[in-house]
């Protein structure tokens, strides 16, 4: 650990890109400041105790895309859009991407620029190669990659995913996306073609199996996934019987990962491609005491609030915006004696534990786990107690 604790993001174009806030700091200046941001704005409510650090902070990221775009002399680049702007940033090599990943990205620029493919204009909307999307699977090996093109017909497609499949045969599955769309959606409705494979690849988070889909939410660091419902589990110290709701559930990994730990489990959420991962992930997995639920999570919640059922614990997993009042207000009416927040930003789960307070909820302990290393994220597990009290 103290030579990871040592390791230093020196990349030269964190200045451009933005993605990583803590570049140019060692590993354990990025961890400490950011135990210190959490304690700051969550021991108010409850002790925090300290960050689980990451034991492999670089190429950890499982998901990537980037943007293509032919310069004025020909030459095809590609890379993420420079904070706050459609400026593509041109990068050899990232620390924080997955190696082959990077790699294959890279080659297909290269293939673009060899091929003369045409390449998709942001002014003009005209063209065919606009993005990739690379998915990496660590621990089964497998590989997706995903060719967005901006117009309906992929004019070189064949010598392009020919080549591309000679270059990289460990690509399990290739696939093109059509976006037509004038914004920044990365992938575009359902309109996808089959290159390779089955369509999507299959990862495994604490012995389970997942469907990673084109457009699935997954967490991007795996390993740092399995530490993270780890700890949530052993915090919320479960008696094996309790009744649980899971929201904002995605793929259903937090649903499918506490399942063996409860009576019965309901995951809630309102994408529907997740969704439909989620019945498969637990078809897969053979859970029987685990079902999803497709809708939103505050509807869900205090639709439920009205009627008499009986919850032990409330688990939520929002995005960074948070939770919203009327949901933490359909928990104070609902009053399950538990509630499990895994949040992935301190800042909106401070003013989110304050309206849990006002509903008669005490926060008992809080752990902060470092999922994205060099990035400003940070997720943090809070535990809380329902108080004898009448909520607000």
């Known amino acids: 650990m103290a030579e990871v604790l040592a390791l230093r993001n020196d990349c030269p174009v ?4 933005g993605s990583c806030s803590y570049a140019g700091k060692t590993y354990f200046e990025q961890t400490a400041a950011k135990e210190k941001r959490v304690k700051r704005l969550i021991e108010p409510f409850c002790d925090v105790l300290p960050i689980h650090h990451c034991d492999n902070p670089l190429y950890y990221r499982n998901k990537v895309h980037s943007q293509f775009k032919r310069l004025k002399n020909g030459r095809v680049i590609v890379g993420p859009y420079q904070s706050g702007s459609h400026r593509i940033v041109e ?5 924080i991407e997955n190696k082959i990943a990077s790699e294959i990205i890279r080659d297909c620029a290269k293939l673009a620029e060899k091929l003369r493919v045409d390449i998709y204009d942001e002014v003009r909307h005209t063209g065919d190669l606009r993005r990739i999307l690379v998915r990496t699977a660590d621990a089964t090996g497998e590989i997706m990659v995903v060719l967005i093109i901006g117009s309906k017909y992929f004019k070189k497609k064949k010598i392009f995913t020919d080549e591309l499949l000679k270059l990289h045969p460990e690509i399990t599955t290739l696939l093109i996306n059509i976006n037509t769309r004038n914004d920044s959606m990365i992938l575009g409705g359902n309109e996808v073609k089959k290159i390779k494979g089955k369509g999507y690849i299959t990862d495994i988070i604490l012995g389970k199996k997942y469907r990673v889909s084109a457009d699935s939410f997954m967490q991007s660091n795996r390993s740092q996934a399995e530490i993270l419902y780890s700890e949530a589990i052993r915090l919320a110290e479960f008696s094996g019987n309790e009744t649980c709701i899971d929201t904002y559930c995605g793929t259903g990994s937090t649903t499918l990962s506490f399942a063996d730990f409860v009576g019965t489990i309901t995951g809630v959420e309102i994408k529907e491609s997740a969704y439909s991962d989620a019945l498969k ?5 053979k859970v ?5 639920v497709l809708g939103d999570a505050t509807e869900y919640m205090n639709e439920l609030s009205k009627t008499d059922a009986k919850i032990d614990v409330v688990i939520l997993d929002p995005t960074r915006a948070g939770t919203t009042v009327k949901f933490i207000k359909a928990c104070g009416k609902l009053a399950p004696p538990k509630i499990v927040y895994i949040s992935c930003c301190p800042e909106t789960l401070a003013r989110d534990l304050k309206g849990f307070r006002d509903q008669g909820y005490e926060a008992l302990i809080a752990k902060p786990v470092d999922m994205f290393p060099w990035t400003d994220k940070v997720e943090t597990i809070v535990i809380l107690s329902r108080l004898n009290l009448q909520p607000n």
């Open 288 to 292: 029987k005491n685990a079902e999803f």
């Open 281 to 285: 992930n637990t078809m897969i997995n």
């Open 91 to 95: 990068v050899d090599s990232c620390l």
């Open 14 to 17: 964190s200045k451009t890109c």
